[in-house]
């Protein structure tokens, strides 16, 4: 196809003309952009490709397959959707971050090789950084830095593993890797630190919650979204994903049930979330590829909405901990209604889309017999509606009533987050529309009456516990500790280290050498001489008799003559003579 | 006097007392189809009836449990890193 050419241009160099528009009319740009990419990308045949020679090699910009359509689908309708709720946003420079975080996360997902991936790659870094410096608090500079220099960490993790394969194998291509080797290990760490698996996940849950209202919104739903498509291109059947996914699932259940910021138990329910994926991926038959690829594109749709709903509160009150928030239903009420059926949907309540995709997964691994993968699973799936299903709605407009009476959020967030909310519900009552686009063909039924009895009974009890529970969740003004820890405080460790260290080297230098020593010896040649010339005539002139009188006045004569510098001839002729004969005696 | 009554109906002890009722009836209606439907258990052990009503209640309680005891160790005040 000649027509063919890369959706992330539409974004990237679309972005480049928003200065050009104003107010409102700029608004309606920036949604227009991804809903065309949306259309183009619809229109593109599989198999269509785009080819440029750059750096001398033939880069390929654009491969169409089913894996990379279903992820430029999602993408494009979610930033769509995303831009709608931004509507009251006139900030450019968030509009323009934005649309190069979005362009480039579809630039790696049509990537065809590991060049033009890792270009996009680095960029999407770069770009969703501006999305939480955008917010301009002291905070969020401050993580913003510490987000931007844990994704330079991973790009060039990436970069390493590319290079070294690069020169393996000589091909750039990107497909699935098979051979095992620190080539291939250094890819996959490179994006597992985007796909915020632990010990690299608190980039995650750091950063995100000081973004803008909109710019979390957006955030949620790429970064790690691009890592799940590379995941499952370039790593299926990786049996350590299985292992990582599964600790991502419970890993993130337990810091969210530990949180009092909302957004932040939102962020964590994403490494709850994307766990399921990567397992999936580590499953590594088409049913759990499809599984991980179903869930990446419903967890995008709910998570947004989540995020949507939290940033309206966040937008109408300023504020986002728990513990100042509750009691919103009163003044909140379709917030409250949208926010609870995206809770619903990531909990994989029947009838919404999460149960729809997720089950893909789960009965991935029950295939495959995999027992212990299936319980964690399941055991993270009652965990999900704890923490982000309940917790998040409960505490947000329920709970304690702290009396804020903030009023509804403003008429396009309703109504982005209406979509979001029908889309969970329609995906999750008529999946097909879905099941179609996925990589692998699909001839699954989610609904059995004895799956969903399943699927209640999992998730009634759940939520039993927790009102049963309710006195041990309540919230406090607390943070817990993550493994930001390490940088954070082993910076600061690591700063007090060398400024101790190294400074008191410094100082300790200067006071030895250039303080004491050097004016020690000046001192030593001021007056030296003349100390050493009283300790000889003094004792030789006492010997000979001179009483103190005399003795004082000879002090001072030594003192006078060597202060100007004006000695009998005599003297210093026999100081110079005694001089020669004391080099002559010792060398 | 207020000229529109704020809607506050989930604050009345009634209401939260019929939904604590609705709670329990749900969590029993659960487990009903279970009796019925022929269902498939895939591990062998995992067939009985309300085995996944168990397992949701077990694996929440040990979840809140233990996140519980690992935040006796890693809760720290808000201002930790300032």
Redesign the interface.
Known sequence: MTSAFPPAFILIFGALLIPFFKGKVKNCYVILLPAIAFYMISKVGVGSSWQIHFFGFDLTLLRVDKLSKIFGYIFTLNATVAFVYAFYVKDNNQHMAALFYIGSALGVVFAGDLVSLYFFWEIMAIASTFLILGRKTDKALHAGMRYVLVHIFGGLCLLAGIVIYITQTGSIGFDAMIQRNPATWLILIGILVNAAAPPMSAWLSDAYPEATVSGGVILSAYTTKTAVYTLIRGFPGWEILIVIGCIMT?YG???A??ENDMRRILAYSIINQVGFMVAGVGIGTAMSLNGAAAHAFCHIIYKSLLWMSAGSVLYMTGKSKCTELG?L??TM?LTLIFGTIGALAISAFPGTSGFTSKSLIIDGA?HE?L?WV?IVL??AS??V??HAGIKFPYFVF?AK?NGLRPGETNKTMLAAMGFMAFMCIFLGVYPKPLYDILPFEVHYQAYS??H????????????????L?LP??KR???????TDWFY??GGKLFYAAMDKGLNGVNSFCNTVFVLNLTTAIGRFFRKGPVKIAKLIIIPVRSILGDDRDKLAAVRARLDQAFETGSHPLGISAIAATLFFVMLFLFY | MKDKKEFDYFDKPAVKRRLWILLFVVCALSVVPDIFVDRHPHFGFDGFIGFYAILGFVSCAVLILLSKLIGRILKVKEDYYD
């Open positions: 419970l259940i337990i810091y049930l530990l009691g239903y009163k009420p029950v017999h027992l299936w399941e055991i009652a965990g509606f704890l329920f009533d009456i004895s969903v009895a399943a699927q209640m009974q999992l998730l009634m009890l759940s939520a039993l516990v927790f009102f529970f041990l969740l406090t003004d607390t943070v817990s500790l993550d954070r405080k």
